[in-house]
């Protein structure tokens, strides 16, 4: 089982990046992805979740409307698209697998490797 992340880099405010959370060993769609941000100093934050098959998204209130997550069961991979970033949102962002999209690290029970974003001017 392994969850790979990637995608991050650097921009400035205002810019856009997509991150990828590739599945290897198991079938992604059968499992909810969680997406998980930690900047230096700080508490690992939830950011958004995605269900299993369906695929109903859910967004912490600081990233809605910029943030969307999406799924390509071809490429077992998650994505999290992340538009109109801001400095505030430079982190390590993590993805994570559970059986329930839940807003909590404790509802995931394997956790990939994180990718940086850093906004800055």
């Known amino acids: 089982v392994q969850l790979q992340a990637s995608g991050g880099g650097s921009v400035q405010p205002g810019e856009s990046l997509r991150l990828s959370c590739a599945a290897s060993?198991?079938?992604?769609?059968?499992?909810?992805i969680g997406w998980f941000r930690q900047a230096p100093g700080k508490e690992r934050e939830w950011v958004s979740c995605i269900s299993s098959l369906g695929g109903r998204t859910y967004y912490a209130d600081a990233v809605k409307g910029r943030f969307s997550s999406s799924r390509d069961n071809t490429k077992n991979t998650v994505y999290l698209h992340m538009n109109s970033l801001k400095p505030e949102d430079t982190a390590v962002y993590y993805c994570?697998?559970?059986?329930?999209?839940?807003?909590?690290?404790?509802?995931?029970?394997?956790w990939g490797q994180g990718t940086l974003v850093t906004v800055s001017s």
């Open positions: 994570a697998k559970g059986d329930r999209a839940l807003a909590y690290v404790g509802a995931y029970d394997y």
């Open positions: 060993g198991f079938t992604l769609d059968y499992f909810a």
